[in-house]
């Protein structure tokens, strides 16, 4: 640099005013590095999470008050609590004279058709035959077959036509010494009954029982009705809070017509100018025992 040069930047330099400001030039190294921070992706994700749970919280907070000030009242509906009926309390029925055989027990029959306790259920049939476990006591049958005998009929339904279900050859419950029979010369009527089962009636056997080892029995009642009216009109009568709709006809293997209800627990036999009851009392139960028995008692029962 010549002599000229330096005087003339030596004439600059002192031409300018003292402010007390320095500045530095960046080195060059370090210019490369971005002034920008980049901020990590999870960091902006939880940075919302706790937004979003705040705002949840204020609103819970809102509706929960204004649920107490009857604004937002949602109640669940209570489960309906099923009604239990109920248990028929049957009739006992004495009389001075007593009763007509030497049971002690009096006499229980239903003064009205009984109403089963809950939905009923049929008892255990184990081979399916149309007999219960307990039916097939009686009877003398194989739990374990539906054919006892291998005859080609089941159990149950040779029971239903009044046949010793034991039986190879076609033999009746009668001569097979199975059933007994019942006659009742004041009512003017005969019906089978199992050997195994006692019986009980009043002394003028207008109602009489036939009494399991346990709580069920089949029962018979027998009332005087005018002869110019029919069954159904009886039955109206009888018990006007009934629904006669709810009756389905009836006719068993002797040929005789009548009504039973739906449940198949009464039915109701009419002949000249008296009517037959017939009633399967559960004894407080819903379980049915005896239904092939009670099919049976009602296929065997006579008028004279």
Known sequence: MSNEQSKNK????QAQPDTGVKFTVMPQEFRAISSKVKIPKWFIFAGAGVGVLIIAVVIGVVVFSGGKEGKIIVEAPEEPVEAIPETPQEVVTTTPGGLSTPIEEPVKVPATPEEP???LVQ??????DGLTDKEEALFQTDTTRP?????GFLDGNEVFNLYNPAAVAPVGLLESGIVRLYRNATEGYNIFYPSLWSTSSTSDTSMVSFLSDDTESINIKVVEAPEAITLRSWYISEYPE???NKLQSYTNKQGYRGLQ???????YIKEAGKVFIINYSLGGTNKIWYRRLYDMMLNSLKIE
Do not use: F, P
């Open 261 to 267: 209800d739906a449940d198949r627990l009464n039915t």
């Open 10 to 13: 030596e004439q600059i330099k």
């Open 147 to 151: 054919d006892t005998d291998s005859d």
């Open 242 to 244: 009934k629904d006669i």
């Open 123 to 128: 008892g255990t049939d184990s081979d399916a």
């Open 117 to 119: 306790v809950g939905a």
